[in-house]
C-alpha cells in the first residue's frame, strides 16, 4: 500500500510558521514525485507544491510563493512543507500524495487521500 502519513499542522496566528511532514510507508518514497494539497471549508480541493523525484523540479502555486517552501529527504522517506507568513486563507486540511510528475498542474495518481492535517491561522 502507498501509504502517507501527514502531520504538524495546528493553530497559528497570522504571520507566523509551521512546518508539515509527509512520510512515507511500506514504499520507496525515491520513486515518487510528491505533492501537497489544501482543502478549505467549502471550497475544492487545490494543489499548493509539489517535487521531483530527484529535487529537480519543484512548483508552487501562485498564492503561496515566496512563502512556502518544500523540500525531501529520501533516506527519512518524508516531503516536508515549510510555510511562512502564514495568512487566514491559508488554513484547510492538508494532503501528500504521489503525482505522476511535477508540473502544472499536478494530480494525484491515484485519487486517494488520507487523514490530512489540519492548518488553522487565526487571531
Known amino acids: 500500500q502507498l501509504q502517507l502519513v501527514e502531520s504538524g499542522g495546528g493553530l497559528v496566528q497570522p504571520g507566523g510558521s509551521l512546518t508539515l511532514s509527509c512520510t512515507a510507508s511500506s514504499f520507496t518514497l525515491a520513486f515518487y514525485a510528491i505533492g501537497w494539497f489544501r482543502q478549505a471549508p467549502g471550497k475544492e480541493r487545490e494543489g499548493v507544491s509539489c517535487?521531483?523525484?530527484?529535487?529537480?523540479?519543484?512548483n508552487y502555486v501562485d498564492s503561496v510563493k515566496g512563502r512556502f517552501t518544500i523540500s525531501r529527504d529520501n533516506a527519512r522517506k518524508s516531503v516536508y512543507l515549510q510555510m511562512n507568513s502564514l495568512k487566514p486563507e491559508d488554513t484547510g486540511i492538508y494532503y501528500c500524495a504521489t503525482i505522476r510528475e511535477c508540473g502544472m498542474p499536478f494530480t494525484p495518481l491515484f485519487g486517494s487521500w488520507g487523514q490530512g492535517t489540519q492548518v488553522t491561522v487565526s487571531s
Open positions: 517535487i521531483s523525484k530527484r529535487e529537480g523540479i519543484t
